[in-house]
């Protein structure tokens, strides 16, 4: 099917059910959500739901949970069963919720700060368990909600309302803190880069085992602004200039430590084939 | 909307499930305290190890995968409760342990717990404080603390096991409690309790099972924080067809976030009032020679077990001496302390903290009767005859 008649196709839809084709996923009477014009958001939640809808989920297989912030709020916007828990423990509330109920697909959807800052020893220790959840980080470099402070992924010499002379601290590079705490599928993606990330979103959601996948997202109104990145399309257009996709790239090579990064890797750095996720790791060990 | 699903397997409830205990074991309230949420059907237990409550965790990680449950030692007291609140959503009686620095960290998930309405059971097994204070050894610091810890304001029900066999007891009442008022409920143990080894009867197999109260309308009419008569909503599981939305923000009925004054006066007033007006039913109290009184001591937990000693020796010394035990210490039995009170002319409080339940008993007799703290900053009990002298200093 050509571009253009799928757009007919999806136009028609609309056009005949007067709905969003992804509306299922979504709460009634929740929208218009509480983003900025410009922020990533929107899209990485777009490419959450067009995944569920790809893989076949029924909204009664899926939980999605959150912690605080911008992206905590996305838990809210979904139809599933879903959490908005407190700063940082969003991974451990999903470890629990996973684990009593173990058929259910369990997401946590939650920001660079939340999950990296006050959550960060709950990251890497779900991972080292490889608890199967699909942890998706919508990184905008900075706390958002809270007027723009700088977090742990914010790169070195970047402004901040907490960095009024440049950021000082070194950032993480995720995709490698989340391969060497553990986990089995880690890949990168932008807001810019919707198919790819949709699919990596996919593949994490049907993966067993503990799947990271790191969103790069504009967050025009606190980060941008400070840093003369313009609105949210220049920020994309950013990604665009700076992107190089390197599936299977060693997550070393995935830094960004600068505000003057000469490139962004992104990409799909890790699929592990085999190793066992958590609940079927703990049955083992009894015998049953 | 979907019509409800089939509900998924229940974890081995205590009758059909093997691997019960029954009869008389030796054992130490920490123990003991594992065994009661066994009978009471918790299949879900996530701690972090700290002293003196290891041994809870311990005796979870050999039953749980006996019974089908789910042992989780996880990386601190934050996710401890995390994961017990996220387990309990997931249709498990779930619990944690802990002691005080554990307990402190612990505040931040009360709260979550409080606002969402999550059952859970909270075993604070206290020890001598602030900060690490005396690790292995005996405090009542806490109780204020399970009051009053997480910001903002919310009621509290709480249980004050003085032995081995009211660790077994209490911790199955605590999970009736939760699940029958659908939030996180505490029991107060402490070191000497923890540890102390006695006699203690189990009846696994008999044991009335905590009962979740399940919503009796499809999910399009289900409004997961819509109160009942008796102020308390029914709580539909994940994975049930629900699909309920949690948050820690002020929400309505729906459960949908509402940031306003009225929703948040309408909630937190609930929150509080759904212990308040249920008093009745959750307090229990235990009454020694209080009929004819003229001196009351009210205590609670381990300060209790000395005070009967202290009761025995003043009767013996010719003093009229009653005792009002606080087997809840949450929520506070002002009725039946007032009452007390107009018949006393001396209260004296018996408490391993430097006079935290005897602020709530002077508040509460109001100048009828003399209030006396007999504190001790933890560490050791007092001896009887420091209470007795108390009592005397009055008379």
């Known amino acids: 099917m050509s571009v253009k008649t799928k757009k007919k196709n999806v136009r028609r839809r609309f056009k005949r059910r007067g709905t969003h084709p992804l509306q299922k996923y979504l709460r009634e009477g929740r929208l218009p959500h509480i983003w900025c014009p410009g922020c990533g958001l929107g899209s990485a939640l777009n490419c959450l739901c067009q995944a569920f809808s790809d893989e076949g989920f029924g909204l009664d297989e899926l939980a999605v949970v959150s912690g605080i912030g911008c992206s905590g709020r996305a838990a809210g916007y979904l139809a599933t069963d879903s959490y908005h828990t407190t700063h940082g423990r969003a991974i451990p509330f999903a470890t629990g919720l996973k684990l009593a109920q173990p058929e259910l697909n369990v997401t946590v959807f939650s920001g660079d700060g939340d999950l990296f800052g006050i959550g960060g020893n709950h990251f890497i220790h779900a991972a080292r368990r490889n608890i199967d959840l699909t942890v998706i980080c919508i990184n905008n470099y900075n706390f958002g909600m809270t007027g723009g402070q700088f977090g742990p992924t914010t790169p070195q010499g970047a402004n901040s309302t907490t960095s009024p002379y440049g950021n000082r601290e070194r950032p993480f590079n995720l995709p490698a803190l989340a391969s060497s705490a553990g986990a089995v599928y880690v890949a990168r993606w932008t807001t810019l880069h919707v198919r790819a990330l949709k699919e990596a979103i996919g593949e994490a959601l049907r993966k067993d085992g503990f799947s990271f996948v790191e969103v790069l997202s504009p967050c025009p109104t606190s980060y941008g602004r400070r840093n003369e990145m313009g609105d949210g399309r220049e920020e994309l257009r950013y990604y665009r200039e700076k992107s190089v996709i390197k599936d299977g790239a060693d997550p070393r090579e995935a830094a960004i430590e600068s505000e003057n990064q000469e490139e962004i890797v992104l990409g799909k750095f890790l699929d592990e084939e085999e190793r066992p996720s958590y609940p079927r790791v703990a049955k083992a060990s009894l015998g049953s | ?395």
């Not at chain 2, 923000?249 to 729906?254: M, P, Q, S, V």
Request: hydrophobic share 35%.
């Open chain 2, 1 to 395: 909307m979907s019509p409800k699903k089939e509900r998924a397997p229940a974890p081995k409830t205590a009758k059909e499930g093997e691997g019960l205990l029954q009869g008389k074991f030796f054992f130490n309230g920490d123990e003991a305290c594992a065994e009661g949420a066994i009978a009471a059907g918790c299949r879900f237990f996530a701690g972090y190890p700290i002293t003196p409550q290891s041994e809870i965790a311990e005796r979870m990680a050999a039953r749980l995968p006996q019974l089908g449950g789910t042992f989780m030692q996880m990386e601190d007291e934050l996710s401890s409760l995390a994961t017990a609140l996220g387990a309990s959503w997931g249709g498990q009686k779930a619990m944690t342990a802990t002691s005080g620095p554990g307990f402190s960290l612990m505040m931040e998930n009360i709260g979550l717990g409080m606002m969402t309405e999550t059952p859970c059971v909270i075993v604070d097994i206290q020890r001598a404080g602030p900060s690490t204070g005396l690790p292995t050894a005996v405090s009542q610091g806490d109780v204020m603390q399970a009051r009053w810890g997480s910001h903002g304001d919310y009621g509290v029900i709480a249980y004050a096991p003085c032995s081995p066999q009211e660790m077994y007891e209490h911790t199955i009442k605590a999970f009736r409690a939760a699940e029958r008022f659908r939030m996180p409920v505490f029991v107060l143990g402490d070191e000497k309790v923890g540890h102390m080894r006695e006699r203690v009867e189990l009846n696994q197999a008999e044991v009335e099972q905590a009962v979740r109260r399940e919503p009796t309308v499809p999910p399009e009419e289900y409004l997961p924080y819509e109160p009942e008569e008796d102020l308390v909503p029914s709580m539909a599981s994940a994975g049930e067809g629900y699909r309920t939305h949690v948050t820690g923000l002020t929400h309505n009925e729906r459960g949908y976030p509402q940031l306003d004054e009225e929703t948040q006066q309408k909630l937190v007033q609930r929150l509080i009032e759904k212990v308040e007006k249920n008093k009745d039913e959750i307090i229990e109290l235990e009454e020694r020679e209080t009929d004819e009184a003229e001196a009351l001591i009210v205590s609670y937990g381990i300060a209790a077990r000395t005070a009967f000693g202290a009761l025995s020796l003043a009767r013996q010394r010719g003093i009229k001496a009653g005792l009002l035990r606080l087997v809840t210490v949450w929520p506070f039995p002002e009725k039946r302390l007032r009452e007390l009170s107009e018949r006393v002319e001396k209260i004296v409080v018996p408490e391993l903290n430097m006079g935290q339940i005897s602020l709530e008993v002077e508040r509460v007799v109001a100048g009828r009767a003399e209030v006396e703290g007999v504190t001790k900053a933890g560490g050791s009990l007092h001896r009887p005859e420091e209470i007795v002298e108390a009592i005397e200093g009055a008379s």
